[in-house]
């Protein structure tokens, strides 16, 4: 979300998150249901009695998307899920990664931030209805190219960019579960400006949309929670 809190260090997020064998490859959603959300509820509602009855958190919840997506193999798992891109290795990964492009400016809190050699992911949980998400795209890209490049300099060492919005709802109204938004010319629609920035809208309502594969069994995790 937007907001205006002070800029924060890696280490002010989460706990260190669970970490899988180093000997396995799991798949989505196998990767997500490894994780018991019963039994990693925040601190601030501790949990009293055995799992079974512990109160289950959704992976809509944002501490719950934040405190998961933190494992990196799982980071990884959706970036490829989604993006159909391998990421090789993930230099920085963060949850509630705050940018703020100026001292008086209005600051962006985003759910995920991961960083590798020359891409940048923004992977944000957006549960409820966002009537605003045009300009929360628009927003969110404006903070990470301004905090992208040092003085000096050129506009070509600007890294590619990838906002992913996981929405539990249909964000355009058009039943489509995955909505890829980059700009174009209308006088000349094949006209693509090429600058590297990919907006992605994901609706978890239309999984059963998707052929078989791993982004249908990730829309499905995130709408009803179960395979």
């Known amino acids: 979300d937007i907001c205006t809190t002070p800029r924060r260090s890696p280490c ?3 706990p260190i998150p669970v970490r899988f064998p180093a000997d396995s490859s799991p798949t989505l959603p ?3 249901l490894r994780f018991r959300f019963s039994t990693l ?4 509602s501790p949990l009293r009695g055995s799992p079974m009855n512990r ?3 959704a992976f809509t919840n944002r501490w719950m998307f934040g405190r998961v997506m933190l494992d990196e193999s799982v980071c990884k798992d959706v970036i490829r899920c989604v993006l159909g891109i391998e990421a090789e290795r993930i230099e920085y990964l963060n949850a509630e990664q705050v940018l703020e492009p100026a001292i008086d400016s209005r600051g962006v809190r ?3 931030y991961a960083r590798e050699a020359n891409r940048v992911y923004d992977i944000e949980m957006q549960a409820g209805a966002e009537p605003l998400i045009g300009q929360r795209f628009r927003y969110y890209q404006s903070a990470l190219d301004t905090t992208a490049l040092a003085p000096g300099k050129d506009y070509d060492e600007l890294p590619e960019s990838f906002i992913i919005f996981m929405c539990a709802y249909d964000p355009f109204d058009r039943g489509i579960p995955l909505y890829t938004l980059e700009r174009h010319c209308r006088e000349a629609p094949d006209l693509t400006v090429d600058c590297n920035a990919h907006w992605i809208a994901l609706n978890a309502r239309a999984w059963d949309a998707l052929p078989d594969g791993a982004l249908r069994d990730l829309l499905h995790y995130t709408q009803n929670g179960s395979v």
């Open 41 to 44: 509820a925040p601190s601030s």
């Open 30 to 32: 196998e990767t997500l």
């Open 55 to 57: 109160p289950r958190i």
């Open 110 to 112: 985003m759910d995920v």
């Open 12 to 14: 002010d997020s989460y």
